[in-house]
């Protein structure tokens, strides 16, 4: 199986609006191969470790409460040029400046509620996808 990996997470609001189905749809027609998934919901410390980059912003909190305040789902993908081709396929992280057609723009309701993750780098993802999953759940041998 060719291709760089992405991590994505279906955010709270999403699952909560039942759109899992119909995203986890676009993913795939968009060329996107699921090669682990599951639903869990974060405790607050896990919010914070996934999103440590961000600490110190004053979005950090609200973002760290939305996070953990019900389950998600967290999917590693795998495509050609993923990180990149995944970020145009949700759209921008407000979903008012986000493109027709994207992810973000159908399912998200704000900034904060806005639908779904997506990796910002190859090295990213592959934190990220060591974050949520072990080496028994992964049908990917990311690389060292
Ligand atoms: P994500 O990491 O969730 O895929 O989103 P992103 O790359 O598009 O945006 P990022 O800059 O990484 O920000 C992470 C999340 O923090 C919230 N945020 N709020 N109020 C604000 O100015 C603001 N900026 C960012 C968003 O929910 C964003 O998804
Ligand atoms: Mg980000």
Do not use: W
Request: include cysteine.
């Amino acid at each position: 199986m060719k291709g760089q990996i992405t991590l994505t997470m279906i955010k709270p609001y999403a699952v909560k609006r039942h759109h899992v189905g119909d995203i986890l749809a676009e993913i795939e027609h968009a060329g996107f191969s699921i090669r682990a998934m599951k639903m869990v919901q974060l405790p607050k410390e896990k919010a914070e470790l996934f999103y440590a980059e961000h600490k110190g912003k004053p979005f950090f909190a609200a973002l760290v409460e939305f996070m953990s305040s019900g389950p998600i789902v967290a999917a590693l993908l795998q495509k050609e040029n993923a990180v990149a081709d995944f970020r145009k396929l949700i759209g921008s992280t407000d979903p008012h400046e986000a493109e027709e057609g994207t992810i973000r723009r159908k399912y998200a309701t704000d900034k904060t509620r806005n639908a779904i993750h997506g990796s910002d780098s190859d090295e990213s993802a592959i934190r990220e996808s060591r974050f949520f999953f072990s080496s028994m759940e992964e049908f990917f041998c990311v690389p060292e």
